[in-house]
């Protein structure tokens, strides 16, 4: 009898549910469930602003959708496991009543506070503590953002995000024990190091530690499907922890010393190892976050796909990814490679209009202004190479290593232009594949839970023996 195990991935645009069980010694994935969401806008009445806010309702009812049409096409899964993008939390109080909003990491409440806590802790000091590069984003200048505003008054848990969902499957929303290693990573509040808290940091920011547990590495179980949830989807299951930073998942389906790209929304570029907590590291903009095997994944944010998905959006979705691309490369005929702006820039994070902002950053810099889709397309993506490039040279220089080759992973990994322009711009082979890095290695999480014996030998030959990976560009 087939056992499945259910992997339900969200990225910052859509998620999906996919099954995995083993087959002739292969991994087969099967997608039962997909579905988009962004951040909403939400009027603040006191503050006189728009926030950016996740609908964890709606969210949450895609959850529940996904189970039922597992139990439609009369596959169980034996186990669940949630993971999603990094850094956002909800707050809950002694009943475990959620405290709205969930704000999304775009939300620009946060920027007053990376000032006011470097003020408090000199950068450089954050940084040899927690490896964690400086993003508006980051969960430390959330919370102290939330603790202007009141909030953390009545808070008495701090839920990741896939920490909350699961715990509302398992309706455990008042007796979390952990907080999971990969997430925890992320918030900028843990000593790199040695996987613990950083009391110096609670204490000088004045943040409340009560609200955090102690961090365990993934996977580890946590408990079945509630009364409630069982009568819903009409089946039970384990609920399981896996890596549930998205990116930490990705890559567990690499080889150890691999250079990779997790190719989403986010370009997440690095490798797997110890932490780097240098200056030049910290200058170069380099993060450390954590690994599934309790590793550090010293890595750069690099604006991805989010970037052409907007220009995509803003042209009223006229066109497909694929004719944006077929355009960009006419357009690369014409004008060259040499034709990039750094979308690294924090113009770029959350505008207001993102082909404005491209616009004018052309127009600073001097340059021929993009002036149609084609043009607009092709600078994204040369853009975006150049990015990988300059991040590379960044990482063999901080590492003393070299690199030989790019393993582009996640659903980037299916844009054979960008994936092209990669090995083109870094003059390296790319091995682009498996698309669904992160579901993938959510399934390979819970499989080692499970004890099944088909990854007893690591995860990577899995893999390989699983999935086409193509390769790019140099031989």
Not at 35 to 49: A, C, D, Y
Not at 161 to 169: D, G, I, K, N, V
Not at 330 to 354: H, Q, V
Not at 453 to 463: E, R
Request: charge should be neutral; hydrophobic fraction near 35%.
């Amino acid at each position: 009898m087939t056992q499945y195990h259910l992997a339900i991935d969200f990225g910052a645009s859509g998620g999906r549910h996919i099954l995995g069980s083993i087959k002739d010694g292969k991994l087969v994935l099967e997608e039962v469930h997909r579905f988009s969401h962004v951040p909403q806008k939400h009027h603040i009445p006191q503050e006189q602003r728009e926030s950016l806010i996740w609908d964890d309702e709606e969210m949450f009812r895609q959850i529940i959708e996904g189970l039922v049409k597992c139990n439609k096409l009369g596959k169980i899964p034996c186990s669940i496991g949630i993971d999603t993008w990094g850094v956002d939390y909800a707050l809950a109080d002694s009943k475990g009543e959620l405290i709205k909003p969930v704000f999304s990491y775009r939300d620009t409440r946060t920027l007053p506070f990376m000032e006011k806590a470097n003020s408090i802790i000199p950068y450089e000091k954050f940084y040899s503590i927690t490896g964690i590069a400086a993003q508006p984003f980051n969960t430390v200048y959330q919370l102290m953002a939330d603790k202007a505003e009141g909030r953390l008054e009545r808070a008495e848990f701090m839920f990741q995000l896939p920490e909350y969902f699961s715990a509302r499957l398992t309706g455990n929303m008042t007796s979390k024990e952990y907080n999971e290693y990969t997430m925890a990573s992320t918030t900028g509040l843990l000593d790199a190091k040695n996987k613990l808290w950083s009391e110096e940091i609670f204490n000088k920011l004045g943040l409340p530690l009560k609200l955090f547990k102690p961090v365990k590495e993934p996977p580890y179980d946590l408990g079945e499907l509630s009364p409630e949830i069982q009568k819903i989807v009409g089946f039970n299951s384990r609920v399981v922890m896996i890596a549930s930073h998205d990116t930490a998942s990705a890559v567990s389906v690499t080889d150890k010393d691999t250079l990779y790209i997790s190719s989403g929304t986010w370009s997440l570029l690095g490798v797997n190892g110890d932490p780097v907590l240098t200056k030049q590291a910290m200058e170069a903009g380099y993060t450390n976050e954590g690994a599934s095997n309790g590793r550090i994944r010293f890595l750069k944010n690099i604006m991805g796909l989010w970037v052409i998905q907007s220009v995509k959006r803003e042209l009223q979705d006229k066109y497909s990814f694929a004719e944006l691309e077929t355009m960009a490369r006419e357009t690369e005929k014409k004008a060259g490679l040499d034709w990039t702006i750094d979308l690294n820039l924090t113009r770029f994070f959350s505008p207001a209009s993102m082909i404005d902002e491209i616009i004018d950053e052309y127009r600073v810099q001097g340059k021929k202004v993009p002036e149609n889709p084609g043009e607009l397309a092709f600078c994204v993506y040369s853009s975006l190479a150049q990015c990988y490039k300059n991040a590379i040279l960044d990482l063999e220089k901080i590492t003393g290593r070299t690199y030989p080759s790019i393993s582009i992973i996640g659903g980037g990994s299916k844009d054979n232009y960008l994936n092209t322009l990669a090995s083109l711009y870094t003059g390296k082979p790319v091995f682009a594949g498996p698309s669904e890095a992160t579901s993938t290695g959510n399934l390979l999480l819970q499989l080692k839970q499970a004890g099944n014996p088909a990854v007893k030998d690591g995860f990577v030959k899995l893999v390989k023996n699983s999935f086409d990976i193509k390769e790019i560009g140099k031989t």
